[in-house]
Nanobody, 121 residues
Framework: VQLQASGGGLAQAGGFLRLSCAAS????????MGWYRQAPGKQRELVAQ????????NYADYVQGRFFISMDYAKKTVDLQMHSLKPDDTAVYFC???????????????WGQGTLVTVSS
């Protein structure tokens, strides 16, 4: 399973950006997809996650009400809409997928290459 992320870039404070991530491969089912971020000098942290076929979502407190995650389960894609951006949202954003082969219970995890989001004040 491979991930290809797109989107990101530069935005002004209060602005909007959208991140997308597509999973490719065959013979697998998705348990969850999500986004993490890592700012310079800081640890990687969860931004948002979506699971159960796109039914269950959870967000970090610092993005609650501003960021919205959605999934197209059939297309194996996940989007992150980022509204009301703040300079503190500046980070490299990573897509992650937790998946398993059909008929198997062991869960695997893969990460995308990261995409930079820069928010200017």
């Amino acid at each position: 399973v491979q991930l290809q992320a797109s989107g990101g870039g530069l935005a002004q404070a209060g602005g909007f950006l959208r991140l997308s991530c597509a999973a490719s491969g065959s013979g697998f089912t998705i348990n969850a997809m999500g986004w993490y971020r890592q700012a310079p000098g800081k640890q990687r942290e969860l931004v948002a996650q979506i699971s159960n076929g796109g039914i269950v979502t959870n967000y970090a407190d610092y993005v609650q009400g501003r960021f919205f995650i959605s999934m197209d389960y059939a297309k194996k894609t996940v989007d992150l809409q980022m509204h009301s951006l703040k300079p503190d949202d500046t980070a490299v954003y990573f897509c992650v997928i937790r998946w398993r082969y059909y008929g198997r219970t062991f869960e695997r995890e893969n990460w995308g290459q990261g995409t930079l989001v820069t928010v200017s004040s």
